[in-house]
């Protein structure tokens, strides 16, 4: 089944205690993209990666990081997470032109 | 600059009458326009897009949407509720350049009344 994973789904954690959550697609797609979500504000894109090891900055990137070493994986780093950052974080992969959701993460720093 | 606004943050329609959802963009390009549907605690759903072929554009669920580029407009639609299509919708707009850049709009959550 073609789809996008993320793990974990569910975090709670502390201020400045390091964090990845990672993301995995199995449909050979070259972009993916990391977007979060606030009431009220709809998706922000945090960052994207057209291809291996090629990543870019989305609208709201600062406070992350991402890496592609591989086409079909795309983690979010968290190096010293701040509870601004708590939030619902969706992974996605692109074809030409539809994007592919993973399930959220629900994220929360105290 | 790209933009997507969505004219209404909330709507509530009655069970079997007509749904329609607005959408307005900005963009300096020709651009790809999608609407996609998030169930209360699910991801999102790919809905319908558009991407330079037939204006009229259908979906999923009976849903479907007009680009209309004199209007800068892609309004979301569908002739009759139901109670299954309570959920945020988000209209999307992306370049067509490849840049793989995609602007949400705020959302619009549609309630759906018995």
């Known amino acids: 089944e073609a789809q996008v994973t993320q793990n974990p789904r569910y975090l709670i954690t502390v201020t400045g205690k390091k964090l990845t959550v990672t993301c995995s697609q199995n449909?050979?797609?070259?972009?993916m993209s990391w977007y979060r979500q606030d009431p009220g504000l709809g998706l922000r894109q945090i960052y994207y990666?057209?291809?291996?090891?090629?990543?870019d900055k989305g609208d709201v990137p600062e406070g992350y990081k991402v890496s592609r070493k591989e086409k079909r994986n795309f983690p979010l780093i968290l190096e010293s997470p701040s509870p601004n950052q708590t939030s619902l974080y969706f992974c996605?992969?692109?074809?030409?032109?539809?994007?592919?959701f993973g399930p959220g993460t629900r994220l929360t720093v105290l | 600059a790209q933009s997507v606004t969505q004219l209404d943050s909330h709507v509530s329609v009655s069970e079997g009458t007509p749904v329609l959802l607005r959408c307005n963009y900005s963009?300096?390009?020709?651009?790809?326009l999608f609407w996609y549907v998030q169930h209360p605690n699910k991801g999102l759903q790919l809905l319908l897009k558009?991407?330079?072929?037939?204006?009229l554009v259908k979906g999923i669920n009976g849903f479907e949407a007009e680009f209309k580029k004199s209007e800068t407009s892609f309004h979301l639609t569908k002739p009759s509720a139901h109670m299954s299509d309570a959920a945020e919708y988000f209209c999307?707009?992306?370049?067509?350049?490849?840049?793989?850049?995609?602007?949400f709009g705020t959302g619009t959550r549609l309630k759906v009344l018995a």
């Open positions: 996605a992969s692109s074809d030409l032109d539809t994007q592919y």
């Open positions: 449909m050979n797609h070259e972009y």
């Open positions: 558009y991407t330079s072929a037939a204006t």
């Open positions: 990666s057209m291809n291996v090891e090629v990543t």
């Open positions: 963009s300096s390009y020709s651009p790809s």
């Open positions: 999307v707009v992306s370049l067509t350049s490849g840049t793989y850049k995609y602007i």
